[in-house]
């Protein structure tokens, strides 16, 4: 597989080359000033976050959000003409990527397929959500093995689905759900039949904790192998009496901001365990994640639930752009929350979804889950070397893509609190097949940039240091 | 403070400028003509200033925001001693989350923190010329020069300062060194390059030259004012070029003045593979004894200039001002600004090329700049 994502490579680029020195200093720059904070403060999961994206280039671009809105930016970024004041307003996820996907059981039992990834979330230009994605369905599609022009056909599916869930919007049509078994690809199908599987297994549950003397308890130590030196691939760490003091102020801030309709007792609420978990995402590798494992409805150790507490920080900003009331927002627990359930297809798809703030501290909590397990790109990647899986299996998840974004920002809120819809449909005007052209131009060279730059990042880890050339202040 | 006939502040002036004075330059210039001047004496000086108003502002698509705002609040403590030695310590209160940022002291409360933390140490040397070394958290030499005339700070910041081609005081030393009566001035500077947001980066040192020339000064108190700049800069881990050079001139009367400044950036935002290019001009006059005065603005700043995808913003201001010194007694300058702004942008522009109208903006300020200083 490594050898034909490598000529996938080649194909694309022609001769992909390390970029000049002019954009290697500017990466460096960037990437050690978006990470800056996580350098001072978790120097060794940081390290471990940049040898992840310089692993693959679809993990580069995870992690690179900021190096994406800075060059969107730039005069020579391909303006759109599918732009207005109106429509850089809408809620955007900021970060829409093929692996931000993902199952989600709803409050009332019914599996569905959704974006899972809110810490961007915000105000902002559609189309950079929108040309993001597809972005990212290029670099995926390669990375899965899908030769040149299939991978680039990817952008084209994404943008196509956006024009069309767009369209039915506009015509009034109900909004898009996706269900297993209905049309939306065997892709989808098979993430939802796997995530309502395991999920009834409470699959997540056992690979967490185990039940000893009638008492279930968080694991500790390795769940999974790390993946490459100096990286962890899935651990639950011990937590010092501190951290177990922030975690019960946390928790018990955390039910005033659950889903009206989904409020438990605060019994099944009483912390059992806590262990800060290590390894999981790209971007927020370092960042604080805390398991708690809580009573759940009843003493029975079966019904126990296994909540993540997710330190969220501030979204990827857009150089030089500041909404005239600028805090839309208390904190970034709240962001996050708020942004997500105007996004999915219903507010309590995660019914355990939630927000804390201890101090200047904010998390995301929300239920830990095989439920919600998300699209995998080792899957996609296994699948379509085992001939299981097309490249227009792919297409359809991109299509789908591309219909949930369009629908999260049409029915979402602006920032002055109407819906999306107007203002987007009105920018795309009657030219779905020009925003189409012009969504699938950018990819294409995006796509090129990123490979470009994940080469530059390589080597300037190899040249600089586990911290790019940052000294941590201790 | 009663209220200064034009007449009598022109002799005044033209009394002080003719009055014998140390070759060094002086460390307080006291920003703008007829601003606050921080101990001219040895002693203990402390001042504070306000910045302070209302913005109703008009975007595309019919939205509207309005809002009283804080644009600058700062205190400072000045001290000279007899020997041509002393120091500054300033405050300036800045809201404590980032632009867009959620993550702020309790919300986004206005923090304090050191502007300015330098000492001088200065002399005169023979043949009229004169010597100051300055050191610590330093003023940028080209924003002190050019604000000896520029008397529209509580309006506006220059965009060579609010453009992100300088920055206002940074880490390191200047040597200044001054000729025939002060009205040949240069300053050498080497400092981080950093600013004052952020700690060293890198290796690299950034090295600049600012000249300020007083061509004319007559006794009617009419100064015309050319300014060079060169800065050899680096800026980031990856050590990204950030030079720039440029010039400018300014006339300055107590009565009116006008200037403009040519900026441009090779190397830009941490990228040396970016150039930019800033320019501006500004012009104002007392039109009814110190009542009221007319100001005008226009700044210019373009990106990849000369490339196909070059892109330009621009503002343009228009504004009426009234010092009313009579009703603040103790304050060197009390004085109301009403003013009309408007911004836009080529298409190619941030944020979002091929939306300009995002950048798109008229705004009318109601503004007061309050400066008061007093030595002990």
Known sequence: MRTAFALGLVLLTGCVQAEDA??????????????RPLLEREPALTAGKFRKMGARPYDFLRGSLAVYLADAARPDAMPTRFGSAAASRVLVLGDPHPENLGAFRRGDGRMSLEFNDFDGATFGPYHLDVRRLAVGFVVAGLQAGLDDDAARALAGAVAEGYV????????????????????????VDDLLRRAERDGDAREHLDDYTRVKDGQRRLRRGEVEAPPMPGVVGDALEPVDADVRRLVDRA????????????????RALRPKDVARRLGAGVASYPRLRYYVLVEGPTPDVDDDVLLELKEVA????FPGYALPASRPFVDNGERAVRCQRAFQEVADADPWLGWATVGAMTFRVRHRTRYQRGVSLDRLTEKVAEGEW?????????????RLLARGHALGPTA????????????????????????????????ERVLADHLTFAALLDEEGPWLGHHPLR | MARTPPAALTLALALAAATP??????????????????????????????????????????QTFNAFVLDRAELGTAWRGRDEVGAELRLEAVRSAGEGSLLGVDGDSLVLRVKRAWAFWGTDLPAGLGLRLDGGLVPEPLITEVERTYALRGLAPLLAESGGLFDTSDLGAVLHLTAWDQRVRLALSATNGEGRNEREQNEGKTVGATLGLTALRSDAGLDLVFFGVYRDGSVGVGRARDDRYGGGFALRHPDAGAGALFLVADGYGGDSDRAAQGVEAWADARLLWDALGVAVRYERLTFEPGDDAEASRQRVTGALFGDVDAWAAGLQRFRVYLAYENDGADEGAAPFPGVAEVADAHRVLLRVEARGSRTF
């Open chain 1, 314 to 317: 501030d979204p990827a900003r």
């Open chain 2, 21 to 62: 004075a140390g070759a060094a330059l002086d460390p307080f210039p006291g920003v703008e003509p007829d601003g606050p001047r921080r101990p001219l004496e040895s002693g203990l000086t402390l001042d504070a200033q306000l910045f302070a108003g209302y913005h109703a502002s008009f975007f595309a698509d019919d």
């Open chain 1, 390 to 402: 097309s490249a227009e299996d792919v297409a359809d998840l991109a299509r789908v893509a591309g």
């Open chain 1, 22 to 35: 002019g954009r290697r200093a500017w990466l460096q720059s960037l990437l050690v000033q978006d990470n």
């Open chain 1, 251 to 266: 928790l018990a801030a955390y039910p005033a901001t659950l889903h009206a309709k989904h409020r438990p007792a605060p």
């Open chain 1, 416 to 447: 002055e609190g109407g819906r999306g819809l107007g203002a987007v449909r009105a920018a795309l005007g009657a030219d779905g097949d020009g925003f189409v052209d012009e969504t699938v131009g950018f990819a294409r060279r995006y796509a």
């Open chain 1, 164 to 187: 069309l869930e767009i369209d039915r919007l506009g015509r009034g049509l109900a909004p898009l759900r996706v269900r297993r078994g209905v049309g939306f690809g065997h892709i």
